[in-house]
């Protein structure tokens, strides 16, 4: 698991916290609870907790971290190294992710019957300071669904603990907090829902142009190699005659899955019409896209597909194009040069890729002219 700091802010203010009343607390807490409620994703809502927790509480180190995400984020506002990789290793345990050079064995977390209709996170460990966790520092459980928890950690510079007030307010931003990424999620879940094809759950394709208009920006821009793939299902439509559409269906999820499963993960797959697929390679030039194209072919080549009205065995042919090219201005012509070599590929008998290989400037000229005339 890795971990993601958090770019330290501005904390000086007008008051010390010692000098601040309940009143005013409450105040600096109720702004605070606004802007993460404003807030629109994950990133911008860590940001604000991190800007403006301190104002309420004091708040030297601030952590947080989810069961099901890859990274935890820390916060100091004195950029302690050694404070922020106590806490990290604190949380790591807690949530069960043990850092690979730990032989510790990960904290057991269960869940507690509700008091006072919440839920409670415990260990059947107590944490100790010799975990990360000192003694005047507070957490608060983030029960994010059913199924994931979190952790949000706030500590304090000096030997003073949290008041029970103060402990009181950090609970109250955790129970925000944890709202927040609850919608969030929901959102985000809704959001894919709609952008994805129900069936193969890859990308629509207008999400799929939407990224293919982006990495030819950038392309075109920065002249950064980029390529796009055309994939058709050879003999797709005797597929669905001989064993029918149940069994077309099938075969046209499988194909997607392994797909999705050969690409990288910053590669865009979506699914065009029909048997064919697309799928976008970022930062990729001619040599290697024709290696991975190789290995889809191979894949799909060797897969057997079992349905229950029978099985069967297919092949891909694919069309390759890159860019920068001479011939690529706009979505449409990266689209018809790959279309085009996909084509190629049915025409050399399937079951292979061909490559757009870009003309010089002066043949692409003078065949345009000879067209014209």
Request: proline content about 5%; some cysteine.
């Amino acid at each position: 698991m890795a971990s993601e700091e958090l770019s330290p802010v501005d904390l000086q203010q007008s008051q010390d916290h010692d000098t601040l009343t309940p009143i005013q607390q409450l105040e600096a807490l109720h702004q605070l609870l606004s802007e993460l409620a404003a807030c629109s994703d994950e990133n911008e809502i860590i940001k604000t907790l991190a800007k403006g927790l301190p104002r309420a509480i004091s708040s030297d180190v601030i952590g947080i971290a989810r069961s099901s995400h890859e990274h935890v984020r820390i916060w100091s506002n004195d950029r302690s190294r050694e404070q922020e990789a106590r806490l990290r290793r604190y949380l790591l345990r807690r949530l069960g992710h043990l850092p690979a050079d730990s032989t510790r064995r990960p904290i057991p977390l269960r869940l507690v019957p509700p008091r006072h209709d919440s839920h409670a996170l415990i260990s059947t460990v107590q944490p100790s300071e010799r975990d990360g966790r000192p003694r005047n520092g507070h957490e608060t459980p983030l029960m994010i669904s059913e199924e994931e928890k979190g952790l949000l950690v706030v500590q304090q510079n000096g030997e003073e603990p949290y008041t029970a007030w103060e402990r009181q307010l950090i609970d109250t931003v955790g129970t925000v907090l944890t709202l927040c990424l609850k919608n969030l999620d929901a959102c985000r879940r809704t959001q894919d829902i709609t952008r994805r094809d129900p069936l193969t759950e890859v990308f629509r394709t207008q999400v799929f142009e939407g990224a293919l208009t982006r990495e030819l920006r950038v392309g075109l821009r920065y002249k950064v190699p980029a390529c796009l793939l055309l994939l058709g299902l050879d003999y797709f439509d005797v597929v669905n005659d001989r064993l029918g559409q149940s069994a077309g269906n099938h075969v046209l999820k499988a194909a997607a899955d392994l797909i999705r499963t050969t690409v990288r993960d910053l590669d865009i797959v979506g699914r065009c019409d029909g048997d064919k697929f697309a799928v976008v390679l970022p930062h990729t030039d001619r040599r290697r896209a024709r290696v991975l194209a190789e290995r889809l072919r191979e894949c799909i080549e060797r897969h057997l597909f079992v349905h229950d009205t029978g099985q069967v065995r297919t092949t891909v042919s694919i069309g390759l194009a890159a860019i920068p090219d001479i011939a690529v201005a706009s979505t449409l012509d990266w689209m018809t040069i790959a279309s085009a070599a996909l084509k190629e590929a049915k025409a050399q008998g399937r079951n292979c890729v061909a490559v757009h290989i870009p003309r010089p400037p002066a043949v692409a000229c003078a065949m345009a002219l000879s067209l014209a005339a």
